[in-house]
């Protein structure tokens, strides 16, 4: 049986915690198959604590491929490297987050080798019968969702979406094999140019890292408004969303836009405040595992989502809100002193 | 500058039904539509074509009735199209889809720049453009939002990631897909669609374009769909309404309630 790899990621010197939540996945399948469990870690100048990390997290085997020319990303050398590390090894499972690095890379891949990729999947299993990785994904804007398989070629590959699973915990005293391996120059050229990241300041937290989501719609009323969707959000440690129209009216920018033309999230809690939900906003958020909508319109379709339907104001009923929580907060500090 | 966009039809998609049996897509009796994420593409395509000249050209995969989606490209500002459709192609997964569209666009001879949607509305994949770019052996930018400069054989770009922007450097050919931020799709002109009804869009079949027969249509698909479900969707729904202080702060209590339970807070 071959090995369950998932695809560590190493950004400005630091895991992401989507590395963590693959490892949880891969777990669960490793143990179904009674396969090893590895993390493939690309990077450069990677600290030996997160190797440990990615171990003590129920990795048995760790790849890791340390060079310069994988500092930052760039979808040929990533490629080239991981095509490499595949044909070596030959793993019968490949899992990567759906990210942008992940959803860039992985089909570059998989056309390379020419297996099976499915994208985005929130569900992963193992099929009885054949030992087949059964991957569930919403598709058509969430309104179904498939089972795919890829019986014939190996290795089996998919994204996983962001948050569908915790983070698998650290464990002491757990030990595995680290693997280093080193390619030559041939395998670093590309026919692109890494320049330069620009970090963006309105994106404190962003819409996909995001455990918790406040999102704002047309409702809030105007761009000054938006203040209150930022306060909460930052009260709870979340990211602001915002409906097409709020976007489309210059009162966020896109990035923060949740949606068909925007992203697609799946976060512990949606807030949606002011967002009618039009089928172009569900389609980017109904997935979320909890739902919270205030909308003055009680028709509004976002409340057939809805786990908690508040029809009111977000003017009226949010500053209330955020006095709450601060004074929640502030007891609950003071009698944890 | 010669550019090529390839795009998708879809199904509108407030109204999909899906056949239980095949689990595919019943496509009868639903409006079809350009992918509205290639919207962005082509507009792009235009803006470079206005800025350098050159030719646009779109490329689609799919059933006869896609020459309606080429034809609305052609109308929004695309010089020429071609229809990839052939029986053999049908059940294409993302793979075998990606290796009919790159080869059809290398039969369409020397090009600069190939420039994707971000995805389709219906499968939600994202896979199709860097799967072409793959296939082509091409340079890639995927979700790029600001094109910077086009010179001397090189394109900057501007991609949007977690947490920010990158900015990466390509030689040309290269390929991009595109977030709605890039550009606002214009309309199609009145002389667009005057030119559009008389376009003869060519269709190139199997055997028209370098594909082998195993590689295409389910045949040639590594992944095979298993089953298609509908989800559950198990919300509790309590719903209350602010009609004065009293239940204003009852709704507020409720909220506080859910997330302390839930462990938010």
Not at chain 1, 45 to 68: M, P, Q, S
Not at chain 1, 260 to 271: D, F, H, N, Q, R
Not at chain 2, 87 to 102: P, R
Request: aromatic share 6%; hydrophobic share 40%; proline share 4%.
């Amino acid at each position: 049986m071959g090995e369950v790899w998932t695809l560590a990621e190493y950004r400005f010197g630091k895991l992401s915690s989507v590395s963590f939540e693959l490892l949880n996945r891969g777990k669960s399948l490793a143990q179904k198959l009674n396969a090893p469990l590895a993390s493939i870690i690309l990077g450069f100048a990677i600290k030996d604590e997160d190797i440990n990390e990615l171990i003590a997290r129920g990795a048995d085997k760790v790849y890791v491929v340390d060079d310069k020319n994988l500092e930052n990303f760039l979808v040929e050398s990533y490629a080239k490297v991981l095509i490499e590390l595949v044909n070596e090894y030959k793993p019968d499972i490949l899992l990567a987050a759906a990210t942008t690095t992940g959803r860039t890379l992985m089909p570059y891949v998989a056309v390379r080798i020419r297996t099976g990729l499915t994208a985005d999947c929130t569900v992963l299993d193992v099929e009885d019968e054949t030992g087949n990785l059964l991957q569930t994904r919403p598709a058509i804007g969430g309104n179904i969702l498939a089972t795919i398989k890829t019986p014939n070629t190996r290795p089996q590959m998919a994204t996983v979406r962001p948050h569908s699973m915790k983070p698998a915990l650290p464990e002491k005293g757990r030990s595995g094999e680290v693997i280093r391996k080193k390619y030559d120059d041939s395998t670093f050229k590309t026919k692109s140019k890494y320049l330069r990241f620009i970090k963006d300041e309105s994106q404190q937290v962003t819409v996909q890292d995001a455990k918790i989501i406040v999102a704002g719609g047309k409702g809030v009323g105007k761009a000054e408004n938006f203040a209150i969707i930022d306060k909460l959000a930052e009260l709870l440690g979340g990211a602001v969303g915002a409906s097409r129209d709020v976007v489309d009216r210059g009162w966020k920018s896109y990035p923060h836009q949740i949606g068909l033309s925007g992203k697609t999230v799946s976060p512990a809690l949606y807030i949606a405040a002011g967002i009618s939900g039009a089928v172009q906003h569900i389609a980017g958020m109904q997935t979320s595992e909890n739902i919270i909508a205030i909308n003055k319109d009680p028709d509004a379709q976002i409340f057939h989502l809805a786990d908690l339907g508040i029809v009111g104001d977000l003017n009226e009923i949010l500053p209330i809100l955020i006095d709450r929580i601060y004074d929640y907060k502030k007891r609950e500090a003071s009698a944890n002193v | 500058m010669k550019i090529v966009v390839p795009i998708k039809q879809v199904p509108e998609t407030s109204n999909v039904k899906m056949n239980p049996e095949t689990g595919t897509m019943v496509r009868e009796g639903v409006e079809s539509i350009i992918n509205p994420l290639d919207l962005y593409a082509i507009e792009t395509a235009i803006r470079l074509k206005e800025q350098f000249g050159g030719k646009i050209i779109a490329i689609s995969m799919g059933p006869g009735s896609a020459l309606e989606a080429i034809k609305e490209a052609v109308a929004m500002g695309c010089d020429d199209g071609v229809l990839l459709s052939d029986g053999k192609f049908a059940g294409s997964d993302t793979w075998a889809t990606s290796y009919v569209l790159a080869n059809g666009i290398k039969k369409l001879g020397e090009y600069d720049i190939v420039i994707c949607g971000e995805r389709a509305t219906d499968g939600d994949t994202a896979q199709v453009g860097p799967g072409i770019a793959s296939f082509l052996d091409l340079p890639l930018s995927t979700f790029t939002s600001e094109i910077l400069s086009v010179k001397d054989g090189r394109i900057k770009v501007k991609r949007l990631v977690e947490g920010g922007y990158e900015e990466i450097e390509m030689t040309l050919p290269a390929t991009m897909t595109v977030v709605k931020e890039i550009s606002d799709p214009r309309l199609p002109t009145l002389r667009g669609k005057l030119k559009a009804k008389k376009i003869e869009i060519p269709v190139w079949g199997l055997q028209h374009i370098a594909v082998k027969e195993e590689n295409v249509g389910l045949k040639g698909s590594p992944t095979r769909v298993v089953k298609i479900f509908t989800p559950k969707v198990a919300r509790q729904g309590e719903k209350i309404a602010v009609r004065d202080e009293e239940t204003l702060n009852e709704a507020v209590d409720k909220i506080m309630d859910f997330l302390i339970k839930k462990e938010f807070i």
